[in-house]
């Protein structure tokens, strides 16, 4: 029996892709034919049981298999809070130090990681509904807040306030409209305590 809290974990990102398949029979067909769920399905059991627990085995070892085949390294140390969506696969690199909050989006091609020297030695803690788009990079010990919405081929290595857009290299915040329109089906928990 899988835990209630990574259960809770598995339904919201099962949301955030699919919410009208949450059911038991709507869940086994999403994470067998969408690569990116199936991908979370099997990193949140290997990150929350131990490698001798058999569903921590199992998602290790399938999870091995899932990494080339998708290229995506989302390393097992990552905090990675609820309702996390990936919107497609490949290039994706995910640092074993960072804090990811609940609701965002990652798309193909971000690298998320750490600076091993200077002024930013660390890896990023990204807030709430934080939409990451497409070959875009996060890295050092930075502060990004909720709801900002990080453009595609951005480069971003400095603090970002709630609501933030921005874009280019080095980015520059452009207003402050968030990323409402971008993060859709934002989990509730009433949205997966039925199943």
């Not at 699919?18 to 059991?45: H, N, Q, T, W």
Request: glycine fraction near 10%; aromatic fraction near 10%.
């Amino acid at each position: 029996m899988i835990k209630k809290p990574v259960k809770e974990e598995i339904l919201a990102d099962l949301y955030r892709s699919r919410p009208e398949r949450l059911s038991k029979k709507g869940i086994i067909k999403v994470i067998l034919s969408d690569p990116c769920v199936r991908y979370m399905f099997a990193y949140r059991l290997a990150s929350s049981y131990h490698k001798t627990h058999f569903y921590g085995f199992f998602s290790r070892v399938w999870l091995h298999f899932l990494k080339p085949k998708f290229n995506i390294q989302i390393y097992l140390g990552a905090k990675i809070g609820k309702g996390f969506k990936l919107n497609h696969y490949g290039h994706i690199l995910i640092n074993q130090c960072v804090k990811i909050g609940e609701n965002c989006n990652v798309a193909q091609g971000v690298s998320i990681g750490n600076v091993s020297r200077g002024r930013l030695k660390g890896c990023p803690t990204i807030g709430d509904r934080v939409w990451i788009g497409p070959n875009a990079v996060v890295v050092g010990k930075i502060n990004i807040g909720d709801d900002v919405l990080i453009a595609p081929l951005t480069y971003v290595n400095m603090d970002l306030p709630d609501g933030a857009v921005v874009s280019g290299n080095p980015c520059k915040i452009h207003n402050y409209n968030g990323s409402g329109v971008y993060v859709k089906n934002v989990y509730e928990p009433q949205n997966y305590n039925k199943v």
